[in-house]
């Protein structure tokens, strides 16, 4: 029986992304490896994404979602304070948006020991949104939670969305656009965080900032929650290249006296 080999020069021949047929055979066993849990939610980092979500909901209809989305990668709550917001948060009573709100975080609340507000800065995307929803939909007060059932709506029932409802909107949209994300309600968040990063060019001073609004115990893991570490590490993986006949990054003549120097 002939021996399949991996012949390197085959590969180079489409950038190592496909093997020549016959180069070797297929699988004659099954093969495991223990892995550690992925993380089951993903930011949103392609703005072109973005506007494709927003652009599908409203041509759909589906103010409610639309607004859901916009508010929820604007201000970065968690779903569990999502749902709880009413119109009143964001609108006074002679019917302008505020400037910004307190919002008491659930979680924050159980797990600080300094309890304390976090204050939220309504911006321009979740104005137009709130104001789509509202010029869409009749028979709403300011007293209403932002996010109703649906059924609850049939029912004059002002109840908000669970966090399970959420996550399932959230996952069909993704199936619906066929989004290479993996969507869950900690997308809205994490796509807040990662945008808020790239926005400051990676400021440190950000990132604190980030890390104390996520109440993480370090940078590493803001960085890590929003998906910024991981970028980095795939880039450095991608960039190195050491053998390869296609890329060699010690090409800089001054780079090769001081390799020479240091003997």
Request: charged residues 25%; positive net charge; proline residues 2%.
């Amino acid at each position: 029986m002939e021996n399949n080999i991996i012949d390197i020069r085959m590969l180079r021949r489409d950038n190592g992304k496909k093997l020549s047929p016959g180069l070797i055979a297929p699988a004659k066993e099954e093969t495991h490896c223990e892995l550690a849990p992925e993380h089951a939610a993903e930011p949103i980092k392609s703005m072109d994404d973005i506007m494709r979500i927003s652009k599908y909901l409203i041509s759909n209809k589906r103010y409610r979602d639309n607004m859901l989305f916009i508010v929820g990668i604007n201000f970065g709550l968690r779903a569990s304070d999502l749902r709880m917001l009413r119109f009143s948060n964001l609108i006074n009573d002679n019917y302008t948006f505020k400037d910004s709100f307190p919002v008491f975080e659930k979680k924050t609340r159980n797990t600080r020991s300094r309890k304390q507000n976090r204050y939220i800065t309504i911006n321009t995307a979740v104005i137009e949104a709130v104001t789509l929803y509202l010029e869409n939909v009749k028979g709403v007060y300011l007293s209403d939670y932002m996010f109703r059932s649906i059924s609850n709506n049939g029912a004059l029932v002002n109840e908000p969305l669970t966090v399970r409802s959420i996550d399932r909107i959230l996952k069909g949209i993704a199936k619906d656009l066929d989004l290479s994300v993996k969507m869950s309600t900690h997308t809205l968040r994490k796509t807040f965080c990662y945008h808020q990063m790239v926005m400051s060019n990676n400021d440190s001073r950000k990132l604190l900032l980030l890390q104390k609004m996520l109440n993480h115990s370090s940078a590493i893991q803001t960085l890590t929650y929003i998906g910024i570490t991981s970028e980095e590490i795939e880039t450095a993986y991608k960039n190195l290249n050491l053998g390869s006949a296609k890329t060699n990054y010690l090409v800089d003549s001054v780079i090769e006296e001081n390799l020479s120097l240091m003997g």
